[in-house]
Nanobody, 115 residues
């Protein structure tokens, strides 16, 4: 059972930046797919960005302000978020899936963007 723990959330003014981290309890090289998802108030959970084991990335539309990365040596995935907007306010979740298609979720970290 892989445990994923997010950190780095908080409150920031619009236009600011935050860097989220997702630390795994074991070698993330076993996770061939990892992603950041978010769920805003009254909204469904949605994909923000994903990254495969070989470093291929994918972003949701209009989120070129964000950069996803992973450091296999540190068993950690990151999400650098720049030029934050009010609509980026959400709980951000880390997700990882292994080669057997077993998925794991983190507990989430709150990001609040204010004007």
């Amino acid at each position: 059972q892989v445990q994923l723990v997010e950190s780095g959330g908080g409150s920031v003014q619009a236009g600011g930046s935050l860097r989220l981290s997702c630390a795994a309890s074991e070698n993330i090289f076993s996770l061939d797919y990892m992603g950041w998802y978010r769920q805003g108030p009254g909204k469904q959970r949605e994909l923000v960005a994903s990254i495969t084991k070989d470093g291929t990335t994918n972003y949701a539309d209009s989120l070129g302000r964000f950069t996803i990365s992973r450091d296999n040596a540190k068993n950690t995935m990151y999400l650098q978020m720049n030029s934050l907007k009010l609509e980026d306010t959400a709980v951000y979740y880390c997700y990882g899936r292994n080669i057997n298609s077993i998925g794991y979720w983190g507990q989430g970290t709150q990001v609040t963007v204010s004007s």
